[in-house]
């Protein structure tokens, strides 16, 4: 069965540090990838994606995420984190012709000022 | 713009009642509709998704159902709720017919079932 892992489950870093996340999916073909983040108290929401062309994503608030087929990994990277970066951040895929996502377990990401 | 909501927000439910969780979907029309589950650890598990009215799909079998009475609303049902059933209940919407699109949540219910 596909499947997305989110290795890191809980990371604790100072502020200006340097942040990437793992994620790696179990599927052979095509797909399309996700990063999703839920800040405290907020809904889930979009951080970035990726669906074809340049493998290195950028979305918001300064996140990249670079799509390496070889590996299936789509590591999400900030190079300095903020203390407003405190969330937890989810890995998707899509499978072409299908409406069901897969999510990973999530990275919980706390930010020490 | 589109708005999602859910309610309730937090519910506490004893074992072996019923369940009806109500998610309705604001500013868009014939939207993608899902159920996810959110554990603690096991990330968003995905229970149900619906492409149009009276049309379900079920991911996981289980004692809960969904049924789409509206274009823009999705409902979440249980006759009886198992402890097992406890979690964060999110509902999401895309944009009907173009499945690589992006899925937007809405705040969730917490259901804590003793």
């Known amino acids: 069965a596909q499947s997305v892992s989110q290795h890191n489950h809980h990371v604790i870093l100072s502020e200006a540090a340097s942040l990437e996340l793992g994620c790696n999916y179990s599927y052979g073909g095509t797909v399309n990838l996700f990063w999703y983040v839920q800040y405290p108290g907020q809904h889930l929401q979009l951080l970035l994606k990726?669906?074809?062309?340049?493998?290195l994503v950028k979305g918001i608030k300064g996140f990249e995420a670079e799509f390496i087929k070889s590996k299936f990994s789509f590591n999400l990277r900030k190079p300095s984190v903020q203390w407003s970066d405190t969330a937890e951040y989810f890995c998707a895929v899509i499978l072409p012709g299908t409406y069901k996502y897969i999510f990973g377990t999530g990275t919980r990401l706390k930010v020490l000022a | 713009s589109q708005t999602i909501h859910q309610w309730p927000a937090t519910l506490v439910q004893p074992v072996g009642s019923p369940l009806s969780l109500e998610c309705t979907v604001e500013?868009?029309?014939?939207?993608?509709l899902y159920w996810y589950r959110q554990a603690a650890g096991r990330g968003l598990q995905l229970l149900f998704y619906s492409v149009g009215i009276g049309q379900i799909s079920s991911e996981v079998p289980q004692n809960l159902s969904a049924s789409r009475p509206q274009d823009r609303q999705f409902i979440l049902s249980s006759k009886k709720l198992l402890l097992s059933d406890s979690g964060f209940y999110l509902c999401?919407?895309?944009?009907?017919?173009?499945?690589?699109?992006?899925?937007?949540f809405g705040p969730g219910t917490r259901l804590l079932v003793l």
């Open positions: 500013g868009t029309s014939n939207p993608n």
């Open positions: 990726y669906f074809s062309g340049d493998p």
């Open positions: 999401a919407w895309s944009v009907i017919g173009q499945y690589q699109e992006t899925q937007y």
